[in-house]
């Protein structure tokens, strides 16, 4: 017999407008037990107005082994970030 | 209006928030798991902040100077009017399950009826309760279901508390401390309209759980009275030993 109940992932939207962001995760027997503890674990001070859970194998990672070719190939490449234009003055919030 | 039986009957609804929130509050951080263990407390910590509220009016209704605190902790143990089902002992989760759900159907009935009290304040209590209520109904529900509808072994230890809470439960109903110039006045409600309903919402979640629901026809009563089981006491010894060991302490 499995000891524990399966691993969810647990993703919180704060308030409208904002994109549901990953909180942390916890275990449950089902989707509807997941939500449910995902409300009394992560949003009993407020923290949220949605609630996302996602059984953890569902969830395809990469790599960290592949960190190398993945990732780091961007370090060098700073022209990817629109930095480089002159903005007039009156723009105050770019 | 008599402030007396004004008084009696908020102690009479949150009595039983402060006790079983004390038993729940037993819970934390012995919980079967890090989120059921949570749900039982935040639960538990809903109901002592609605008690919060009821003791507060109380003491203003009283108008002796006393605080929420006197009522909650300085009292003898026939003072206290919860009745007999939230005082029960966690013996293991399912308890702690079945009490909750037989407890949070009942209350949901009240307070859905205590938000249309002439009394403002109770009635305000009432709205800000019901949504918390709601959720810890759905929450023990689920978890009867869950339970009842599980294993071999859960559902034998399921259908054991139904039968082992279920003589406490018609006592929810009964009328003790409730004064009749207070329904008539439209402040307080009038419980047994609320018993058909009850047993129709519970045997309906009981079947759905696949328990069976007790044909027993005798039920205890006491605890609105101030005769409380054998497991009171002890509860009551937790709640009031540090304002009993050192008198008026803050922290």
Redesign the interface.
């Known amino acids: 017999m499995k000891k524990n109940?399966p691993l969810w992932e647990v993703f919180v939207r704060s308030k409208n407008g904002l994109e549901h962001r990953h909180f942390g995760s916890?275990?449950?027997?089902d989707a509807?037990?997941a939500l449910?503890?995902a409300?009394?674990?992560y949003t009993?001070r407020m923290e949220g107005i949605s609630i996302w859970v996602v059984e953890s194998k569902d969830i395809t990672a990469s790599n960290p082994e592949n960190n190398g070719e993945l990732f780091e190939p961007a370090q060098d490449k700073v022209y990817r970030h629109p930095t480089f234009y002159e903005l007039p003055d009156e723009l105050k919030h770019m | 209006m008599n402030k007396e039986s004004l008084y009696d009957y908020i102690l009479t609804i949150a009595d039983n928030c402060l006790i079983l929130g004390q038993r729940l509050g037993e819970l934390c951080g012995h919980g079967p798991?890090?989120?059921?263990d949570?749900?039982g407390t935040?639960i538990s910590l809903d109901l002592i902040g609605q008690t919060r509220s009821f003791y507060q009016y109380a003491a203003d209704i009283e108008g002796k100077g006393k605080t929420e605190d006197d009522i909650a902790f300085l009292r003898l143990e026939k003072d206290y009017k919860n009745c007999l089902l939230v005082e029960q002992p966690n013996d293991h989760f399912g308890y702690v399950i079945g009490r909750q759900y037989l407890w949070d159907t009942f209350y949901l009935l009240f307070l859905n009826e205590l938000q249309n009290s002439s009394d403002e304040t109770l009635s305000a209590i009432a709205k800000k309760g019901i949504k918390e209520v709601s959720?810890h109904r759905?929450?023990s529900g689920?978890w009867v279901k869950?339970l009842g509808d599980g294993s071999e072994e859960s559902h034998l230890k399921m259908q054991e508390v139904v039968n082992g809470l279920w003589p406490y439960v018609d006592e929810l109903f009964d009328m003790t401390g409730v004064s009749k110039e207070l329904i008539k006045q439209g402040i307080a409600v009038d419980l047994s309209k609320l018993r058909e309903t009850y047993f129709k919402q519970v045997s309906a979640l009981l079947e759905e759980a696949t328990l069976e629901v007790p044909e027993r026809k005798y039920f205890v009563y006491g605890g609105k009275k101030g005769v409380h089981s054998e497991y009171f006491g002890y509860l009551l010894s937790d709640l009031q030993y540090m304002q009993r060991t050192y008198p008026n302490m803050t922290w």
């Open positions: 109940w916890l275990r449950a027997a509807e037990m449910e503890n409300r009394d674990v009993r | 798991s890090l989120e059921t949570i749900a935040n959720y759905r929450f689920d869950r």
